[in-house]
């Protein structure tokens, strides 16, 4: 007997786990760009499934003297965590050079070595205190996930408060207070020398944090940005939305007018840069002397609705700097609502350059709202003549593909839908977006559209649009009544005035289309032509873009690759074509390909090197089959159902940041409360019974979750963000509840040796899998179909439980002894 499990050192070290893997997406945010970082911390997440196969093949010498290595393990954890970040920074990967320098996967491998040390060193820490305290499993495997749940919500917490340096540090500081912890559970006769130096080390790992910089990729436009001779950084807000840097350029003024007509004389007034990340760049516009200071921001596309039908009541989606105010107000609209996620953002505008800016956001005629553009929508119930959404996305990664696997609901056929029943009898949606050549993002936003405007009953759909573009950018126009005489008049003159092409409009000559900015062939104008035609579905499936609309269960508007086209880009590749990769879905698949091949190898290689005697290999309980089988699905279904109902909860709690920390807090807390109860409820029941059962309940309650969360922000529009969260932890409790068991469970039953190590290494290895493969799945069939298969899986782990062996009936018999005794502490 081992004595009491160290409860808290692992709930410890868990929580440090989930903070360093969502501290890391944020400084690779900030130093390349989001999914890039989702490449490289999804390998070294197989870290996990490594740490299960090294222990399963050395568990004896490992756990015989586990009171050395466990807290050595935490000890490295906590040490190698900003080690391996800062030595990354030393690695010249830049992933935009990722599919044409053959380099770049080198490196990439590299990074992958790197960030993999961390999470070896944590999992196999755990993977010894599963194996150890065996007779303890669900209690150990319970502090597990409760540690990981509360280390999630600590994160979002602290990312409001310190920059994530400063959470590199104190993921290092979770690690070696876990180390200090571990001495006193295991009763180290050491214990005081180990606290003492886990102080210090922490002590030098907080004094490394503030001197060592970050080194962002040179490419970002904030570096590039501070290329400028007499650039400086005023300030810089940290928060779970990202960080924000304002620049100031007093030699080389900014001048940031998106879009600006070729043909326009004026100038925008001196600016300073605000910067998202290094990239997502928007401009805070000096206060103007004078109302003629700001008629450049009629020579934008994004001034066509104000010339169409002059609105009275606008609503704007992105503060951002306030050039969309500015319009508004250069237009003298008198009622405007703006719409800002980042809640900083607004704080900056309205208290650090409210004097900069005259006073922005003052002033009877705006009001400010922080949210969710479809959320706001729902709760106020207005109607207005204008919605505009000018540029949300920036262009770098927009014109790169990097924004492929990014949930975006704000340009789906429901978010159309709710734009036009908010409107008035004369109201338009307005969206402007970056050009792109071969055309993409115009195409698929007039789809959207086109199936919008369908569903709504409109048996025209042409009669309600106008498409316009300039060098850099177009603006699609959708009106709730068709488009009448007067305003085609409108039009014409505006972009007569301004150099603009008309691509589309009811009523206007095809010569429009090409006639200043232009092109070898009028290929957006053919397209939207063409969508609008009898065979639009067929010009759909036959184009070398996946144009489909997007929907809120298929919410990826920004998908574009076809694999048909690949050959073909493949070979433009020396003459441009890599631009046209769309790099982020290939990015996925990259990783998948990676990912899946190294998974099977380290859930083989037990198989292959160790004996199939009993209590040495992981043949002794039976099939290894069977075993392999049930612990792979259940941790592919897992994380299956935790993403899928991520994507759910998005529209109701407003943003991927509260959607991410509420649900997977709560469904690891909840899924450890099961794994804990799962040892008294198996001293009842029997567990291949109490399996079953789990699974029955986990497949009524997600269907629950799946049905209900599509509806719940629609049904419930006045609730608070709090409400909100509340609710979703209530839906998500009984889910998770059952979904703690199957692994701790189906962990009694094997015997002992090296079968628990590889179970846990299975299970790892199908979590890394699980979100790649959620992803993938959803692209191409939406998230009710993930919903869907991850209960199948389910059901297949109902079906495999681990048969008993001798020894497993012994272990199962020892669990219900246990269990039956004083039971959870």
């Known amino acids: 007997m081992n004595g009491r499990p160290p409860f808290l050192s692992v709930a410890l070290l868990s929580a440090a786990l989930l ?42 010498w490992l756990c015989r003297r586990h009171r050395l290595f466990y807290p050595l393990l935490l000890a490295l954890f906590a040490l190698t965590a900003p080690l391996c970040f800062w030595l990354g920074q030393e690695v010249p990967f830049n992933g935009l050079e990722l599919f044409w320098d053959w380099r770049q996967g080198l490196y990439l491998a590299a990074l992958f070595l790197l960030f993999m040390v961390p999470f070896f060193c944590g999992a196999l820490a755990i993977a010894i205190a599963l194996t150890v305290y065996r007779h303890e499993v669900g209690r150990v495997y319970g502090w597990d996930l409760l540690g990981a749940g509360a280390g999630c919500l600590a994160v979002l917490a602290l990312l409001w408060r310190v920059a994530p340096t400063s959470l590199l540090t104190a993921v290092a500081g979770l690690g070696l207070g ?5 001495a006193f559970e295991l009763g180290l006769r050491q214990r005081r020398l180990v606290a003492c130096s886990a102080l210090l080390a922490v002590s030098l790992v907080g004094v490394a944090g ?14 590039q940005a501070l290329q400028v001779a007499g650039t400086k950084v005023e300030k810089e807000l940290s928060s779970p939305f990202g960080v924000l840097t304002v620049v100031d350029s007093p030699l080389v003024p900014l001048r940031h007018a998106p879009g600006l007509s070729l043909a326009a004389r004026g100038e925008p007034p001196p600016q300073k840069a605000v910067f998202t990340n290094g ?22 596309t994004s001034a066509l609705p104000y010339h169409l039908r002059p609105p009275g009541k606008v609503l704007l989606l992105g503060l951002g700097g306030g050039q969309d105010v500015l319009q508004a107000r250069y237009h003298r609209i008198p009622a405007i609502t703006a719409v800002e996620l980042n809640p900083q953002m607004v704080a900056l505008l309205r208290d650090d350059y409210g004097a900069y800016s005259g006073g922005l956001l003052s002033g009877d005629d705006l009001s400010v709202h922080i949210g969710e553009l479809r959320d706001v929508l729902r709760q106020r119930g207005e109607r207005f003549d204008l919605i505009q959404l000018a540029l949300v996305d920036s262009f770098l990664p927009s014109a790169a593909g990097l924004y492929a696997l990014r949930e975006n609901y704000l340009y789906t056929v429901e978010a159309l839908g709710d734009y036009l029943h908010h409107l008035n009898p004369q109201g338009m949606v307005a969206i402007s977006r970056w050009l792109k050549n071969p055309p993409r993002d115009s195409l698929k936003l007039t789809a959207t559209a086109i199936a919008a405007l369908r569903q709504r009953g409109v048996e025209r759909p042409g009669e309600h649009l106008v498409l316009i573009r300039g060098w850099q950018t177009a603006t699609l126009v959708v009106t709730r009544e068709p488009l009448g005489e007067e305003a085609r008049g409108r039009l014409e003159e505006f972009c007569r005035q301004r150099l603009f092409d008309i691509v589309y409009a009811p009523g206007v000559e095809e010569g429009w289309a090409n006639r200043y900015n232009l092109l070898t062939e009028p290929t957006l104008a053919d397209g939207v032509r063409a969508l609008l035609g009898s065979d639009g579905g067929a010009f759909i499936a036959g184009y070398k873009f996946a144009i489909s609309p997007a929907s809120d269960d298929r919410p990826y508007f920004h998908h574009f690759f076809k694999w048909s086209s690949l050959a073909e880009i493949l070979r433009l590749r020396a003459t441009g074509g890599a631009a046209l990769m769309e790099s982020g ?15 099977l190898l380290l859930i083989v290689a037990p198989l292959l090197l160790l004996p199939r005697e009993a209590g040495g290999g992981v043949a002794a309980a039976g099939s290894p089959l069977r075993s392999g089988v049930y612990f792979f699905a259940t941790g592919l279904a897992f994380m299956l159902i935790e993403i899928a109902t991520i994507q759910k909860a998005m529209p109701f709690l407003h943003h991927p940041v509260y959607a991410v920390s509420v649900v997977i807090a709560a469904f690891l807390i909840f899924a450890g409360i099961g794994s804990t109860l799962s040892a008294p409820l198996a001293a009842r029941v029997r567990p291949e019974v109490l399996v079953r059962l789990a699974v029955a309940m986990i497949a009524l309650c997600g269907s629950l979750v799946a049905i209900l969360g599509e509806e ?15 609710l979703t932890v209530l839906a998500i409790a009984p889910l998770a509840l059952c979904m703690g068991m199957p692994f701790p469970l189906g962990l009694s039953r094997l015997p002992a040796g090296a079968a628990g190590p590889w179970a846990w290494g299975i299970n790892g290895c199908a979590s890394v899998l699980g979100s790649m493969t959620a992803t993938l799945v959803a692209i191409h069939y939406g998230f009710n179909v993930v919903f869907v298969l991850a209960l199948l899986l389910y059901v297949l782990v109902a079906a495999s439980f681990p048969v008993d062996g001798g020894d497993g009936r012994r272990q199962a018999a020892t669990l219900s002894d246990r269990a039956a005794g004083p039971g959870p502490g």
């Open 19 to 60: 903070a360093y893997e969502i501290c890391l997406m944020h400084l690779f945010a900030v130093i390349h760009f989001h999914h890039f970082a989702y490449m490289v911390i999804s390998l070294a997440l197989l870290g996990y499934g490594a740490s299960g196969s090294a222990l399963a093949l050395g568990q004896g």
């Open 178 to 182: 876990a180390t200090a912890l571990s």
């Open 210 to 223: 503030t001197i060592l910089p970050l080194r962002p990729s040179p490419y970002k436009p904030l570096q």
């Open 279 to 300: 990239d997502g760049l928007t401009a805070i516009t000096i206060a103007a002397a004078g109302r003629q200071q700001l008629a450049y921001l009629d020579q934008m």
């Open 585 to 599: 879905y290939l990015i996925l698949v990259a990783v998948f390909a990676v990912a899946l091949p190294a998974a």
């Open 712 to 726: 719940a922000a629609a049904l419930l529009p006045q609730l608070g963000l709090a409400a909100r969260a509340g």
